[in-house]
Nanobody, 126 residues
Framework: QLQVAESGGDSVQPGGSLTLSCTAP????????IGWFRQAPGKEREGVSC????????EYADSVKGRFTVSRDNSKNTVYLEMHSLKPEDTAVYYC???????????????????WGQGTRVTVSS
């Protein structure tokens, strides 16, 4: 089964920036829609952003629109989530995942995504 891994999580102050990476050691992500999700303490996992296989289509949750940017470099087999103007409410474990189908999916629906990484923790506090 495809294995994905997130990296780049850290502790930052409000207003700071951070870039997360999603890779698939030993495999390729180039054929997959990739979703970014996050789960804050005591809350359900929620969709943050997703990107089409070639990177031509992206979607964002309203809560991060204008602050986060998803991109990919298929030559490096990596998908990125660039985060700016971070807020305390962005604190969560962030996950990347592959969609089951590139033709029919809901960017914010956890059930539409299959292979998940272990997550990387982002903490935003003073």
């Amino acid at each position: 089964q495809l294995q994905v891994a997130e990296s780049g999580g850290d502790s930052v102050q409000p207003g700071g920036s951070l870039t997360l990476s999603c890779t698939a050691p030993g495999s390729t992500l180039q054929y997959y829609v990739i979703g970014w999700f996050r789960q804050a303490p005591g809350k359900e996992r929620e969709g943050v952003s997703c990107i089409s296989p070639a990177g031509g289509s992206t979607e964002y949750a309203d809560s991060v629109k204008g602050r986060f940017t998803v991109s990919r470099d298929n030559s490096k087999n990596t998908v990125y989530l660039e985060m700016h103007s971070l807020k305390p409410e962005d604190t969560a474990v962030y996950y990347c995942a592959t969609a089951y189908s590139p033709r029919s999916y809901d960017c914010h629906n956890v059930a539409d995504f299959g292979s998940w990484g272990q997550g990387t923790r982002v903490t935003v506090s003073s």
